[in-house]
């Protein structure tokens, strides 16, 4: 059974920081898209960032350079960097994984009903 579990939320103080990590386990699989979303209460899942399996990455217009995504194939492992963080960035962040997949990033966010397996959530709280 293909599991994602998100890790590293918290709380942080605006301008502050947060790794969050999302580790894929229970399949193997040589080639996947995967991303970040974020909820909160009431509204839609928001895309965050992506990754294809060439290493593509694609952020979210509110992003502006503060974000950075990457994977690691050698430790089935999704990172989101967040930097300069600030109260609009409070959120329920969802890791997804779009597996087996060839789908690529490459100027196109893949959206929320592009992905079969999603993880439980990691709770941002920036104040």
């Known amino acids: 059974e293909v599991q994602l579990v998100e890790s590293g939320g918290g709380s942080v103080q605006a301008g502050g920081s947060l790794i969050l990590s999302c580790t894929f386990s229970g399949a193997t699989y040589s080639r996947r898209c995967m991303a970040w979303f974020r909820q909160v209460p009431g509204k839609g899942r928001e895309a965050v960032a992506a990754?294809?399996?060439?290493?593509?990455?694609i952020y979210g217009d509110f992003v502006e350079g503060r974000f950075t995504i990457s994977l690691d194939n050698a430790e089935n492992t999704l990172y989101l960097q967040m930097d300069r963080l600030n109260s609009e960035d409070t959120a329920m962040y969802y890791c997804?994984?779009?597996?087996?997949?060839?789908?690529?990033?490459?100027?196109?966010?893949?959206?929320?009903?592009?992905?079969?397996?999603w993880g439980q959530g990691t709770q941002v709280s920036v104040s």
């Open positions: 997804a994984a779009n597996a087996p997949s060839t789908r690529s990033v490459a100027g196109f966010f893949p959206g929320p009903h592009e992905y079969n397996y």
């Open positions: 990754a294809d399996a060439d290493r593509r990455t």
